[in-house]
């Protein structure tokens, strides 16, 4: 959506009036104000070393139009104003066909193929999540009368309305065609041809996403999700994210959980672990919980009691140690379906098993993309030459190649999470990237392909959700764990409603 406003004459330009906070990204756009085709390492090259906490993380075209755009947001949402002016300029529009299989404009927000409510708030505060021309802000206003108090975290449910809305509010829905899946997607010799649709077309924008495909259980866990939970007999939850922290957090109080996790600390640290306990209690507190089942699940370690003051209200919420147990680095090797639970057994890091009856199970292990809308040739000029490339896709996939450029292959642009950087605030990068090239291309400009998402600042650990995944939420007076590519960082309670636990159950319903 973000790229089809930009195609259709809405130019980025710098608004000086009043100038951003770094004076030498200042100094630099206040001459040439124009931010499509911008030189992204001549006007990032100084962020490293800026006082301002420019991310590390997001490549730098994404940090440097996300600094345009919401300026200061990190440090005060309420004051957060945007050096950015969005100029209508007609004759730039390049005509296009924005396709894509939801029932409307939203992508992956218009589902929900985990079973997590509509009620969940975002992680976001809704200034992040705005697109350009019609802030959330301003939605909010039109459909509930009120303005957006600060610090709003929408709901999923909010989000989507906003995002549905959206291409009619700025009048490019003329482009969107909705409940179309395209596939055969193959190079021709002036550019590309699309089989399902026979649709011929100059240049290609892959906007699908890291997150259509949510990761299965094996099959013999699979009988396991269509038992109803009931609170006196365990529901078995697996995955060390946040979708698996939102079961856990909306169960009812009495809710019995087997919680299997992976335990990797100094490795591939559970996403919660970025979590402050002031700005997400729930999330710290199941990491909390994490963490004591992993400790007392390692001999070599001393046994921990939880300290009065790290506790979270939240933690002081339920007896956990009468309903939750953690089962750290464990594996389900046995499976024994009885009429109304599961006999499970479970191997532990240090071989010993041991056996539980559950009843239900949710699968929280993450989420992939997938380009098999690309046909072999196309898919592996696009992912990379090796004899065993795979159409299904994480976010590091093809971060490496963004790094150098979006445009992946020659007319070929990724934008959006595709990119690696999958928060709706680092969209805006790739996109002007994109909307650069091809509105030269569209005036008959020259262009070269050239690598300018690639400066010297370390690229190796990816800043994206991490999860669902990730992000580091810490106040902004305390000092960074993860990295900066945090979504909210200041205090609003995350208010967990119970709408979540009532879904699930119509979820285990239906199925
Ligand atoms: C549960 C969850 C919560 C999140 N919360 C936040 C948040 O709070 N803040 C934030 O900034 N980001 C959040 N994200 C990150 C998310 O990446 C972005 O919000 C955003 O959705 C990325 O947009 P996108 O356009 O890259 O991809 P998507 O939104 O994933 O859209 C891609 C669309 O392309 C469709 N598609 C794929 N293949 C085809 C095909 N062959 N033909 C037609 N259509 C196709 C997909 O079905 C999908 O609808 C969240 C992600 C998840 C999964």
């Known amino acids: 959506m973000i790229l089809s406003y930009l195609l259709h004459g809405h130019i980025p330009y710098y608004s000086a009036n009043p100038p951003h906070p770094d004076p030498l990204l200042h100094a630099k756009l206040r001459d040439s104000p124009e931010l499509i085709n911008v030189d992204v390492s001549a006007l990032t090259d100084h962020f490293a070393a800026s006082r301002l906490s420019y991310s590390t993380q997001a490549l730098p075209v994404n940090v440097l139009l996300d600094t345009l755009v919401r300026t200061s947001v990190d440090v005060d949402e309420l004051e957060s104003s945007t050096n950015v002016e969005w100029r209508f300029v007609p004759e730039k529009a390049v005509p296009h066909l ?17 079973p997590a409510s509509w009620d969940i708030q975002t992680l976001s505060y809704a200034s992040m999540l705005s697109l350009p021309g019609y802030s959330f802000a301003e939605h909010y206003r039109k459909v509930t009368g009120k303005d957006l108090p600060a610090y709003t975290r929408p709901s999923r449910e909010e989000t ?3 995002f549905r809305t959206y291409p009619e509010a700025v009048q490019i829905n003329d482009v969107f065609r909705f409940h179309e899946t395209l596939s055969g997607i193959s190079r021709t010799e002036n550019g590309f041809y699309i089989r399902s649709h026979d649709i011929h077309c100059k240049h290609l924008v892959l906007a699908s996403g890291i ?3 949510v990761l299965q259980p094996s099959p013999m866990l699979q009988p ?3 038992l109803q939970p009931v609170p006196e007999t365990p529901l078995l939850v697996i995955g060390s994210g946040f979708s698996a922290a939102d079961i856990i957090i909306s169960a009812p109080k009495d809710q019995k959980i087997i919680h299997v996790f992976k335990w990797d600390p100094e490795g591939r640290s559970s996403p919660l672990r970025g979590c402050h306990h002031q700005a997400y209690p729930e999330y710290a507190g199941v990491y909390r919980l994490m963490k004591r089942a992993a400790v007392a699940a390692d001999p070599s370690k001393k046994r921990v009691k939880m300290r009065r003051t790290t506790s979270t209200p939240f933690l002081e919420t339920r007896s956990w140690d009468e309903v939750y147990e953690g089962l750290p680095n464990t594996e389900i090797v046995g499976v024994e379906m009885q009429e ?14 041991l056996t539980r009856a559950v009843r239900g199970m949710v699968y929280a292990t993450g989420r992939r993309g997938s380009l098999e ?45 595709l990119t690696g950087d999958s928060l709706i605030r680092f969209a805006y990068g790739s996109c002007v990237q994109a909307a ?11 262009r070269v392909r050239s690598g300018s998402n690639n400066t010297s600042r370390p690229q190796s650990s990816l800043g994206v959700m991490r999860g669902i995944d990730g992000h580091d939420i810490t106040p902004p007076s305390e000092t960074r764990v993860v990295d900066n590519d945090r979504m909210a960082s200041t205090l609003p309670q995350r208010v967990m409603p119970n709408g979540l636990w009532r879904w699930l159950w119509r979820w285990f319903d239906v199925r």
Not at 98 to 114: I, K, Y
Not at 340 to 353: C, E, H, L, V, W
Request: charged letters at 20%.
């Open 160 to 162: 989507a309305s906003y």
């Open 436 to 446: 650069g090239k091809l509105i030269d291309a569209r005036t008959g400009k020259e």
């Open 224 to 226: 396991m999700a269509a």
């Open 340 to 353: 109304k639970q599961a006999i499970i057994t479970f191997r532990q890091p240090d071989g010993s098993t």
């Open 211 to 213: 997150f259509t495909q």
């Open 98 to 114: 924005v396709f894509g299989d939801a029932v409307h404009a939203g992508g992956q927000w218009t589902d929900n193929l985990m």
């Open 373 to 417: 809308y690309l046909d072999r040739s196309l898919l592996s000029e696009v992912v990379g030459d090796a004899t065993d490339i795979s159409p299904i896709i994480s976010a590091r996939t093809l971060r490496s190649k963004a790094c150098e450029d979006t445009e992946v292959a020659p007319n070929v642009f990724i934008i959006g999470s």
